[in-house]
């Protein structure tokens, strides 16, 4: 696929939240009573979830505009099948200690590289027989899982540890966590509030170093709706503040993480304007910045993109919860971002780069939904377009991204985007 460089101005709207959904129909699985979630997510991740919660002997019926689950009504199978969610991955397995037989939680591609040997310690402790393949998947786990006292090393990823916040409310005893190092604690606050919807009940102190669960608690089945996703609407809001201007509505205020990506667009000088659940931004005159990514990771590529197009040096910390993604994706965006002519480098911790005009050429995504993304909202404002390999891999967080992309486009910025082949 080649996107050309153009103008683009238009209106959207925001993607549902994939990690929002994830965690509703996990929640759903184990509930009694049937949850119905309306403005779902369909990417690849969302759909690893709902058959994962089928899987776990859940009733699901998708429909085009809801997805209705009933817990409880078919055989446990032996097998979870995440796919390439990392999240589904970690989350579920402490919820498939639950049951009372082994159940393998596995994956595909990149997936079955990605660390989860954070997960055995913690839990053995509470009474699981859990093996890994060295620290990798696939993941087995035998319960069911009681309660207890337990620490988890939040350092790597805050996924196990929501997934096991989600599960401990269903043990038979009480629990106490001792958290350490924690990363992303909004995708941990993001956890808390679907737990406390569903109707069970969990503290985690300010600090989120201590959580105290209750056991034989009960989720109850009801309705919920998905908010719009930042992360996915993180790269149009670039794309507005860079080529134009876009406005995405259904993206109301959030805990998400990703949410921060508006300080990061004020800071860099493009115009903001809310109203409602509509988000409007256009360009401005743009500046080198700082940011730190540490607890928004995802927001890496995109900020990449938006720097290439700020005038001085723009430094972005937090390259260290890179190395665990869909690839390697601080190295990625230096080398593919490099291809288009940028100047990247990491330094330590931090990413640096310099404001320059981009030339364009071919660069590859390698498998990685958000360098896919990030690389075609940089080819907006490049000299010469930019080809893009194996981007179909977006379906993964935000299957609309490239009619979304033409969307936002006029009649000339159309022709000029030239957005040649349809996303599969």
Not at 278 to 283: A, G, I, K, L, N
Not at 379 to 388: C, K, Q, T
Request: include cysteine; charge should be negative.
């Amino acid at each position: 696929m080649k996107i050309m460089p153009g103008n683009i101005k238009g209106e959207i709207t925001a993607p549902p939240s994939k990690s929002m959904m994830q965690r509703a129909v996990a929640i759903a699985a184990l509930a009694n009573g049937t949850t119905e979630i309306t403005n779902p997510s369909f990417c690849d991740d969302s759909l690893a979830s709902i058959e994962i919660a089928r899987a776990l002997g859940a009733e699901v019926d998708v429909h085009q505009d809801m997805v209705k689950i009933s817990s409880g009504v078919n055989e446990v199978k032996s097998v979870l099948n995440c796919n390439e969610s990392g999240l589904c991955m970690r989350m579920f397995s402490p919820i498939a200690a639950l049951f009372d037989k082994q159940l393998t939680i596995t994956g595909t591609g990149s997936l079955l590289s990605r660390p989860v040997g954070m997960i055995e310690e913690p839990l053995k402790r509470l009474g699981v027989d859990v093996k890994t393949n060295n620290g990798v998947p696939p993941v087995k786990v035998t319960g069911p899982m009681h309660g207890g006292q337990i620490t988890v090393d939040g350092g790597v990823s805050s996924q196990f540890l929501s997934g096991l916040l989600i599960a401990l409310p269903l043990c038979k005893e009480d629990s106490e966590v001792d958290i350490l190092d924690l990363k992303s604690k909004d995708y941990v606050s993001m956890t808390e509030s679907m737990i406390l919807l569903f109707g069970a009940n969990i503290w985690i102190d300010d600090e989120m170093k201590k959580a105290s669960v209750s056991g034989n608690q009960q989720y109850i089945g009801k309705k919920y709706r998905v908010e719009g996703d930042w992360s996915g609407a993180a790269f149009m809001l670039v794309a507005g503040a860079i080529a134009g201007e876009v406005n995405i509505n259904q993206l109301e205020s959030s805990i998400q993480p990703d949410q921060m990506i508006k300080s990061a667009l004020v800071d860099a000088g493009a115009e903001l304007e809310f109203n409602n659940n509509e988000v409007f931004v256009s360009r401005g005159e743009l500046r080198a910045f700082e940011f730190d990514a540490t607890n928004s990771p995802d927001l890496f590529p995109p900020l990449v993109a938006l720097a290439c197009n700020c005038k001085g040096k723009t430094i972005i910390h937090g390259v260290s919860r890179l190395a665990h993604k869909e690839s390697n994706r601080a190295q990625v965006l230096v080398n593919e971002f490099t291809r288009m002519g940028a100047e990247i480098r990491i330094d330590g911790d931090r990413m640096e780069i310099m404001g320059k005009p981009l030339k364009g050429g071919t660069v590859d995504s390698n498998g990685d939904h958000r360098i896919a993304m990030a690389c075609a909202i940089a080819a907006l404002r490049s000299e010469l377009g930019v080809e893009i390999r194996h981007p179909e891999c977006v379906s993964k967080s935000y299957p609309k991204f490239f009619q979304d992309l033409k969307r936002i486009s006029n009649e000339e910025g159309l022709r000029d985007l030239g957005l040649s082949g349809e996303q599969k």
